[in-house]
């Protein structure tokens, strides 16, 4: 099981970035697929999510309105475009897949998830 993410790097206040989550090994279409992030010195904390057949997204307070999840599921990868960054933003965003649907992953602890990828940095600058 591997999941890939890519599109990490440095912009500056009100720019966009957009990332992306390769899987393989597991069906991933079977999964709902999102994002965390953690910064410095903080917990590793729920972004967003999207169901299995990409009909329903679920965002964390700080991001609706700026992010935007979806997947494809004919190339198995999940996205997260982030438009509007803010400073807060800044932390090492991980994709992860899991069962649980997705109405769910707001109270989903990072130690329950099925599959993590192995983050890439965003870093906002002020």
């Known amino acids: 099981v591997q999941l890939q993410a890519s599109g990490g790097g440095l912009v500056q206040a009100g720019g966009s970035l957009r990332l992306s989550c390769v899987s393989s090994g597991f069906t991933s279409r079977g999964y709902s697929m999102g994002w965390f992030r953690q910064a410095p010195g903080k917990e590793r904390e729920f972004v967003a999510v999207?169901?299995?057949?990409?009909?329903?997204?679920y965002y964390a307070d700080s991001v609706k309105g700026r992010f935007t999840v979806s997947r494809d599921n004919a190339k198995n990868t999940v996205y997260l475009q982030m438009d509007s960054l803010k400073p807060e933003d800044t932390a090492v965003y991980y994709c992860a897949a899991d069962r649980r649907i997705s109405s769910t992953w707001y109270t989903l602890r990072p130690v329950d998830v099925d599959y993590w990828g192995q983050g890439t940095l965003v870093t906002v600058s002020s």
């Open positions: 999207v169901s299995h057949n990409t009909v329903s997204t």
